[in-house]
């Protein structure tokens, strides 16, 4: 069933486009990754979606209805994850928990929730005004937890979190969506919807501009990388690392190359490259940011001289901004 669906959903501040035009669809038992750099729109949807933005133009649908008529029964039915969410200072975790349960009317175990999203006991009863903001974000999730929710929009779910908070909160939105719900949340991280999602769209000025199962986009769009490579001395002026196949940017301090590659293979070209110019005394590679993915993957497109379609505008027979 779908849970999510937008038609020609459009936002206007005055001359400003925060979100044009956007055709949606998540399904119940999916988790979808909206993926974006800062202020591409992700809020905005998310916001628009929930009915605290009313749209310039186009439709929200939620399980089938507007929200805007169906509030606050959908409400029960949608747990919601705001961007920083900050708890109140004198409520403890387990109060937070508790609100949200009467709120909902759910007959949710507070004690289960606090304790799947890792708080424990000691935590729990500790006023939230404390809590660090790896914990305030544990504790948001877990009321977004509240009532088993059929849909769960979560705007940047794990900021704040450490690697181990994230895996863990992985793990949670894995298991919702095994359970049917539908899973929707924003993120300017692409390795992290890269290991959770099922399917992503990645929003660029408002405007979605690619959308696709995590895996083709695996092969086609998330391909860039960055290599960081140190060498003994950098060679002087230009020597052509730039115009290496595949390299997108270079960027360098007094001994540190910062290579961003269109593609894995690349980085192996750029060692190359460097070897016959200087001595490489280290090598780390790291997945490149949303930024860095989006340029590489328009570069390509423009490199082409391709028709700039995604698999969606394709279909749609829609052109791709680039
Ligand atoms: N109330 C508002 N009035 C005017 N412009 C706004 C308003 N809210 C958002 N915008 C603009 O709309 C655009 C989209 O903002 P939005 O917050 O949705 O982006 P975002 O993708 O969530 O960014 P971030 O990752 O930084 O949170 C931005 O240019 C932003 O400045």
Redesign the pocket.
């Known amino acids: 069933m779908t849970a999510i669906e937008t038609s020609g959903l459009t936002?206007r501040?005055?001359e400003?486009v925060?979100?044009e035009d956007l055709d949606l669809t998540v399904e119940r038992g999916e988790i979808y990754g909206f993926l974006?750099?800062?202020?591409?729109?992700?809020?905005?949807?998310?916001?628009l979606l929930l009915d605290f933005l009313h749209p310039t133009s186009g439709e929200v649908r939620l399980f089938g209805r507007d929200p805007r008529e169906a509030f606050p029964e959908l409400r029960r039915r949608i747990g919601i994850l705001p961007?920083d969410a900050t708890p109140y200072d004198r409520l403890t975790g387990r109060e937070h928990v508790a609100f949200t349960k009467a709120c909902k009317d759910a007959d949710t175990d507070v004690d289960t929730i606090l304790d799947r999203v890792g708080l424990d006991p000691t935590d729990a009863d500790r006023p939230a005004g404390a809590y660090s903001t790896g914990m305030a974000q544990r504790l948001g999730l877990g009321m977004a937890l509240v009532g088993d929710p059929d849909l769960l929009i979560l705007?940047?779910p794990s900021s704040g979190l450490d690697p181990n908070g994230m895996r863990e909160m992985r793990a949670i939105l894995r298991e919702e969506a095994d359970d049917g719900t539908a899973v929707f949340f924003?993120s300017?991280v692409l390795a992290e919807v890269d290991s959770v999602c099922d399917r992503a769209g990645i929003?660029d000025d408002?405007r979605l501009v690619v959308q696709d199962t995590v895996e083709s986009l695996r092969e086609s769009v998330f391909t860039a990388c960055r290599v960081e490579v140190t060498v003994r001395t950098i060679p002087d002026g230009e020597f052509g690392l730039a115009d290496v196949d595949g390299v997108e940017n270079v960027e360098r301090d007094e001994s540190t190359l910062r290579v961003t590659c269109a593609n894995p293979s690349v980085k192996a070209s750029v060692v190359a490259h460097l070897h016959d110019r200087t001595t490489v005394t280290d090598l780390v590679s790291e997945p490149a940011s949303i930024e860095e993915t989006f340029e590489a993957y328009t570069a390509d497109e423009a490199a082409d001289g391709a028709t700039t379609t995604t698999a969606d505008a394709a279909m749609a027979g829609e052109e791709v901004r680039t």
């Open positions: 936002k501040y005055g400003l925060a979100v974006g750099p800062n202020g591409a729109g992700k809020s905005t949807t998310i916001n961007e705007d940047e924003s300017h929003l408002g």
